[in-house]
């Protein structure tokens, strides 16, 4: 089936703040409100309306996250810069034990570009930069954001500054030099590689792209959200697990059904969400249990599960808002559960997951023991990468 030109066009309208209601000029540049008490993350924004995009139509598009091009804010086709991410597999659990009464799929997203669904976010992210004409940019990152950053940036022809915490494995920082990135190594966290990348990028004009600092990875990331519906027949599971970092990847699925309700694709009816952290990073955990509004600063050190290592997500007032609004809950993995969990998936199903992924997978056989999940509650674990970049931190026995 043609396809003409006018029905792929990007719907994107402005860009909103979604605490205080300032609006912004997407064909700018911005990174949060501008309004000094609010300092929020910009959510991208796009006229739908029933019927507006048929999903009908989606089959003769390509199999990849750019199919739902239309939802987002590239303006020129001519500007997407793509490696072939998303439109991942979602694959039912077979051998594992616990599944019981309930129907068990992953949504696999190891075999994006660089490994991870990091991807997703940092193909939209570069493609809007690349449009609105910037030249160099700078993340803070303790592993496969700055690695998927490189990649886009060399397809783009952009310059790459990448802050990492010394003590990630050498594998994350290899395919950042590869890639042909500049690698800053800090020691220090990921809050301390913010620090130092905000001042060098302020001192030499490089564009920030750092978690929920830019409004463009939640686009690409919320593709997720999108493909689950496609891929399920355009109903839901009943409760997704994901693994909370920054949170991007949580609030871009949920952000997905919302424009898939206003585009009539779907109907009010939404999973329960859950987040899983690793137990040295727990802020949102203890801030949902606690029902605050904020999430603390917490970080006690080390954890295989660098995507976690995240002390206080910048958006943590809207990860607490969609794990309250769909009934979820929120949960800790130790890192020797998470190893366990990637061995058992690995000899079970035949799939090397990331640490972040596995972590899953014993959040889920506890909510089951708790009863949380119900049976015949159909459940969603969002792997979000590869495991066979952790491996330095694995032990395998011989
Ligand atoms: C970054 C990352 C996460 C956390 O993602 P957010 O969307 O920022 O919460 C989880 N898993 C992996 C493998 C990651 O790289
Ligand atoms: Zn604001």
């Known amino acids: 089936m043609q396809i003409d030109q006018q029905h792929t066009n990007s719907l994107i309208s402005h860009l909103e703040c979604p605490n205080c209601g300032n609006t912004y ?4 540049l911005h990174t949060v409100c501008e309004n000094p008490d609010c300092k929020s993350s ?12 048929k999903k009908e139509n989606l089959a003769a598009l390509p199999p990849t996250m750019w199919r739902y091009r239309q939802v987002l ?12 991410e998303g439109f991942t597999p979602i694959l039912p659990l077979t051998n594992l034990d616990y599944l019981g009464e309930n129907e068990v799929f992953w949504k696999d997203e190891s075999g994006n570009p660089t490994g991870s669904f990091k991807s997703r976010g940092q193909s939209t992210a570069i493609s809007k930069a690349f449009e609105l004409g910037v030249k160099t940019v700078c993340i803070p990152s303790a592993g496969n954001a700055a690695g998927a950053m490189a990649a886009y940036c060399a397809r783009a ?30 020691d220090g966290n990921i809050k301390d590689c913010a620090d130092k990348a905000t001042k060098e990028g302020e001192e030499n004009g490089w564009f920030p792209v750092f978690t929920l600092k830019e409004p463009y990875r939640l686009e690409g990331k919320k593709i997720m959200g999108y493909e689950i519906a496609e891929q399920f ?17 949580l609030l871009g699925i949920w952000k997905a059904f919302e424009e898939m309700e206003a585009l009539g694709w779907i109907d009010s009816k939404r999973p329960k969400m859950v987040s899983v952290q690793a137990t040295c990073c727990d802020g949102i955990t203890q801030a949902f249990h606690h029902h605050k509004q904020h999430s603390e600063y917490v970080d006690n050190g080390f954890t295989i599960a660098n995507g976690l290592r995240v002390p206080k997500p910048y958006a943590d007032q809207y990860i607490l808002q969609v794990l309250r609004k769909s009934k979820g809950n929120a949960l800790t993995v130790t890192d020797k ?11 079970k ?3 090397l997951f990331c640490p972040e992924g596995a972590a899953l ?10 009863n949380w999940i119900s049976p015949g509650e159909k459940v969603l674990l969002m792997n979000t990468g590869s495991g066979y970049k952790y491996l330095e931190n694995i032990e395998v026995e011989g």
């Open 73 to 84: 804010p590239t303006k020129n086709p001519e500007h997407i810069i793509t490696l072939g």
């Open 337 to 347: 559960e998470m190893e366990s969990g990637m061995k058992e998936i690995a000899s």
């Open 42 to 53: 910009l959510f991208a924004r796009y006229n739908l309306s029933p019927g507006v995009i």
């Open 157 to 186: 022809g952009l310059e790459a500054h990448v802050f990492m915490p010394k003590e990630t494995p050498q594998i994350f920082k290899d395919e950042c030099r590869l890639y042909g990135a500049n690698l800053t190594e800090i």
């Open 25 to 28: 000029n997407h064909q700018e």
């Open 233 to 249: 027949g355009w109903t839901l599971p009943d409760v997704i697990l994901y693994p909370t970092g920054g949170g991007t990847g």
């Open 349 to 351: 199903e035949g799939l």
């Open 361 to 370: 997978w014993q959040a889920f056989k506890n909510l089951k023991k708790t």
